[in-house]
């Protein structure tokens, strides 16, 4: 079982960043594939970024990609996004992410955070 909690999230001005955390707990953090979707008001849930166990390998969606940036130290069991050049359609709850495999299909992860709301103003 990995439980998952983020932080980070906030109000920000467009150009603006932040840096989101997620807390896991478990024993196996280290093995599990993490990452982050987000979803926007009246929207469906969208992959943002992964990273596999090691920090070797990451995948992000275009819309964010030289703009975020995803990383995790298995020493504390954390993931962090940090998140540069924000627009207001990246404004969303954002959820960290959990699996045994790299995928952009929010089925592929077994275990959710609660969210952190990110709202970007223009």
């Known amino acids: 079982q990995v439980q998952l909690v983020e932080s980070g999230g906030g109000l920000v001005q467009a150009g603006g960043s932040l840096r989101l955390s997620c807390a896991a707990s478990?024993?196996?953090?280290?093995?599990?594939?993490m990452g982050w979707f987000r979803q926007a008001p009246g929207k469906e849930r969208e992959f943002v970024t992964t990273i596999k166990w090691n920090g070797g390998s990451t995948d992000y969606r275009d819309s964010v990609k030289g703009r975020f940036t995803i990383s995790r130290d298995n020493a504390k069991n954390m993931v962090y996004l940090q998140m540069n050049s924000l627009k207001p359609e990246d404004t969303a709850v954002y959820f960290c992410?959990?699996?045994?495999?790299?995928?952009?299909?929010?089925?592929?992860?077994?275990?959710w955070g609660q969210g952190t709301q990110v709202t970007v103003s223009s």
């Open positions: 478990g024993r196996t953090f280290s093995s599990y594939v």
């Open positions: 992410v959990a699996g045994q495999r790299s995928s952009t299909w929010e089925r592929a992860y077994d275990y």
